[in-house]
């Protein structure tokens, strides 16, 4: 009798996610993040997404692996949420985490109590009150704001202090300019250049805050 077992190889993308579950469920830190769900929402992103299908099939271990980050991190790819997301990077499949992803981890896992991320622009009225205080931001929702000059993140600590951090636009666009897909004409500072505009003040502002792994793993 042989001893040698059968390796399977997976027919498509949806069994290619089902050999992640083992451990998926290893390295879960938090059980709002449910495997069948996640499972259900990734092959959601996958059919809508040719070119991200085809990466994945290509790259089925980055595919794995992202599957598994989001246990391991503990976040949702509910499309509702608009916290993460799949995406096709460098001929791979990455977790890609969206700022509102950043804050909802930091808050969950204690390193805030609140948090939110803003954009100014030229017709805004914007004072900074300094870093330990929330900035004064006023302006028209329904008028013209002009183009945007900056944006800013405050966060509310455990302790109840504010901390915010603010960039200048071109703060932004320096860092912007070093990405690999930005320079291919492709990517999210491409598509939605507003989401990475505030996702890069909060990745700054995060360095201010208390020290939490979830958090970390997640930046």
């Keep these: 009798m042989s ?116 954009i100014v622009r030229e017709n805004d009225e914007y004072r900074s009150l300094g870093i330990d205080k929330a900035p004064r931001h006023e302006f028209n929702a329904f008028g013209d704001r002009g183009g945007i000059i900056g944006t800013y993140c405050t966060v509310k600590t455990c302790d109840g202090d504010y901390l915010t951090e603010e960039m200048s636009l071109n703060a932004v666009y320096d860092i912007r300019d070093r990405s690999m897909a930005f320079k291919k004409n492709s990517g999210p500072w491409v598509t939605d250049p507003e989401q990475m505009i505030r996702k890069t003040v909060v990745k700054r502002a995060s360095s201010y805050w208390p020290k939490v792994e979830r958090l970390d793993s997640a930046i």
């Excluded at 001893?3 to 998926?24: C, H, L, R």
């Excluded at 993040?33 to 990466?55: G, S, T």
């Design 3 to 118: 001893n040698v077992s059968t390796i399977i190889e997976p027919a498509n993308n949806q069994q290619v996610i089902e050999m992640a579950k083992g451990d998926f469920l290893n390295v879960a830190v938090d059980n709002q993040v449910v495997w069948q769900k996640e499972c259900n929402f990734a092959l959601q992103l996958l059919r809508a997404n040719k070119y991200l299908d085809d990466i994945a099939w290509a790259n089925t271990e980055s595919l794995k692996n992202a599957i598994v980050n989001i246990s391991a991190i503990g976040i949702s790819l509910n499309p509702a949420l608009k916290h993460a997301y799949l995406v096709p990077r460098d001929k791979k499949v990455c977790l890609d985490i969206s700022y509102m992803g950043l804050l909802h981890l930091a808050c969950m896992s204690g390193s805030i109590m609140w948090g939110q991320a803003k």
